[in-house]
């Protein structure tokens, strides 16, 4: 199966069936993934309301992939241990590749057209990132050699930033919170930049909601709106948000709304509950993903509206090792 012709033809027509598709497959292949769909009683989906998501605390405590596939990359999500951390077992990169690609240009056009500046020192310091491999391949397929990281030179931003636009190319910075208000207080303005806030204080500076957070951004860069992305360490595909703080899907990702109280029962559209996430790239490990977060569907796409509580979650988490 080749990675980009499959993501390239989904569309809302045979969505569900490449969901239902991609279900047998998985059920198949990913031994935790099947006895967890046995345990709950959904082994055979006839729809999309019935395929089963795996709760995302299983990405730390089994491997989620293709039981016969070997292992190329793995990404780990933040921690202080490897036991505390995600890991999501990658066999074949094309699929990152080719999600992260179409999924870029679909939104903001062709890379070549842009320059990519990373303010991500504690992704860095991490390492085995999947934000950092994204922003590697994005620095990598601009061909530009002003692309690269910056840590903590403000002015080496701002002379990246004016020799980008001498250039004739677009600036695109991707920054972790406390970096970009960093940036913001050191007084550099970036007028014509597309600033893209990749979320967290990482303990560096006290919690501002997203409004908040974007409006100091928006008046320190001079900016008329500030980015967002809905990605983590165990999808291969991201959501982008570009105004409103409404987050919009690729054709072959979905987000669906469950009861917090009652993981397998939907709730009606608009209503607030428990993010599930179809990742159609996710073909080699678990695309069915039942997450912490809480947020609400909207004709434009999806809000988030914070996190589930430890108490609020509910849901079968017993799997024999």
């Excluded at 239902?20 to 993934?33: C, G, H, K, M, S």
């Excluded at 250039?167 to 910075?173: D, H, L, S, T």
């Excluded at 209503?271 to 912490?292: H, M, P, R, W």
Aim: charged residues 20%; hydrophobic residues 40%.
């Amino acid at each position: 199966m080749d990675p980009q012709q499959y993501l390239q033809q989904i569309d809302a027509t045979n969505f569900e069936a490449s969901a239902l598709a991609t279900f047998e497959r998985q059920y198949a292949q990913i031994p935790v993934y099947r006895q967890y769909a046995d345990i709950i009683g959904k082994a055979q989906p006839k729809s999309i309301q019935e395929i089963p998501f795996l709760p995302i605390s299983f990405f730390k405590s089994h491997n989620i992939v293709h039981h016969e596939k070997a292992i190329k990359q793995t990404f780990l999500s933040s921690g202080t241990t490897q036991q505390q951390r995600s890991r999501h077992h990658i066999t074949d990169l094309n699929w990152y590749h080719a999600s992260l690609m179409l999924g870029f240009e679909r939104v903001f056009g062709p890379v070549a057209d842009y320059v990519f500046i990373a303010l991500l020192p504690s992704y860095l310091e991490n390492g085995d990132s999947s934000l950092i491999y994204m922003v590697d391949q994005l620095i990598q397929k601009s061909g530009s050699v002003l692309s690269g990281y910056f840590l903590t030179k403000p002015e080496a931003v701002e002379a990246v930033y004016q020799k980008t636009l001498s250039a004739g190319k677009k600036p695109f910075v991707f920054g972790v919170s406390y970096a970009l208000l960093d940036l913001a207080e050191a007084g550099i303005e970036l007028p014509e930049a597309f600033i893209l806030e990749t979320g967290g204080m990482k303990g560096r500076r006290q919690e501002l909601s997203k409004v908040a957070l974007h409006q100091i951004l928006q008046a320190g860069f001079g900016v008329p709106q500030i980015l967002s992305e809905y990605g983590m360490t165990e999808l291969l595909s991201q959501a982008y948000c570009l105004r409103s703080q409404t987050f919009a899907c690729p054709p072959w990702m979905q987000i669906r709304i469950r009861d917090a109280y009652d993981p397998f029962q939907e709730v009606p559209f608009g209503q607030k509950g428990g993010l599930n996430v179809i990742d159609l790239a996710n073909q080699n490990s678990c695309a069915f993903i039942q997450t912490d977060d809480l947020g609400r569907l909207t004709p434009q796409g999806f809000l988030l509206e914070g996190r589930l509580e430890a108490s609020d979650i509910r849901g079968c988490n017993q799997l024999v090792d």
